[in-house]
């Protein structure tokens, strides 16, 4: 096999770059990981992420899934709804792609703190890994590979002048907890709105997070409003039978985007997740495409070669899982934002024909849940 790099720099010990610096970390390859916040600072964020089958697949090779066990609430059903045109789709369990069966859940809700409590402990735990947060880091050697894993406004990509193409949505996405009555412990809810995607993603003991997309100054509106006057407008939206009951933390607006970097690699970097692509967080696939991105970089670190070589096998790897993620996501958000009376028909015939062919319920579960690149391919065991 040809031979790695002697080390490898990773700016950004977000779940991404602190994911991919133990998973590196963990095959032998000397790492060194930065990023300008300290330790409780990474934990602090209040998100809840939505974890597919391919995530899963990867947190079990590096050995994470089962100490993360305790923290992952599974939903073993997702109910998908229109509300313009009234349509109603339930996947279930027995829509999985057989490999993904027996684990318990079509997916998982993750919360940010107890996954980056795991993943700073292993670092910290792991010889391979020297850590740099909020402290100087030494400079990285000529011949080491750079990844840059520092989020969507990505410092690296301005300096190595990789441009990027974007669309901003004129929706933002609104999040918070809440404690709901009505709703079972282990559904998930996508709700179509005019306004945009809602979600209400599983927490656990009548727990939920929400995730509220509406018009970017809504939602800003909304996260300024009293306790009680955010949970009368939630209960206006939440579909019939489900109550809130009290609101967990303070309701936070995030502006939405379609991000892709022209290139995902320069000379010896590589661009990771958010730094590369971001996407609307409907389908929840965000994070799931950050850690496909992962696996990809340990693949192509495997293969071996130089810093460059290794950097453009993991760029070219990486475009079409990319774009087809964000095209799927941005074509639901336009498709289903309105009540255009030209798309309504159509819409409905989607839903219907999805809510009565198993074989669709199972292509789009598959697609979400593993990656449209895994469609037409066995799935590792
Ligand atoms: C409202 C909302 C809801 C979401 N819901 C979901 C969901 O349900 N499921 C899902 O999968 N995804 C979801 N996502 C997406 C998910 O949050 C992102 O995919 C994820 O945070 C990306 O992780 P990252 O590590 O790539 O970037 P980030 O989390 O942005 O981390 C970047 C890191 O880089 C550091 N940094 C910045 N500058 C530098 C520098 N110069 N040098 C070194 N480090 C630097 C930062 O301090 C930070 O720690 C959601 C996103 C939003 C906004």
Redesign the pocket.
Known sequence: MAPSPPEVHV?????????TALALGLRGQRVVL????TAS??QA?S??????HS?RRLLTTLGLWHDLHDALVPFRDLDLRDAATKSQVLFSQTDLATANKNHDGIGW?LD?RPLMELLLARLKGNKNVEIHLAEPCPAPSSDALIV?????????REAWGIRHWGVRYRQG???AKVALRGLAHDRACELFRPEGPF?V?PLGQGTF?V?WSAPWQRCQQRSTLQRSEFLDQLAAVLPPGIEPDRLLDQP?A?P?QWLLAQSFHRGRGVL????AH?CH?VG????????RDVDGLLRAVQRGGSAATIARNYGMSRWLDVIQVGLATDLLVRVFSNRQPLLLPLRHLALQLLKQFSVLRRLSLRAMSDGPMQLWQALPK
């Open positions: 700016l950004g010990a977000g779940p991404t770059g602190a994911l930065f990023d300008p916040l600072e990474l964020r998100r809840a992420y939505a974890i597919t995530s809700i940010h840059a894993a520092d989020g969507p406004g990505s410092p690296t996405c609104l999040t979600a993603l997070q995730v936070r995030f939405q990771i997740g958010e730094a971001r967080p929840g696939q965000g994070l799931n495409l950050c850690w």
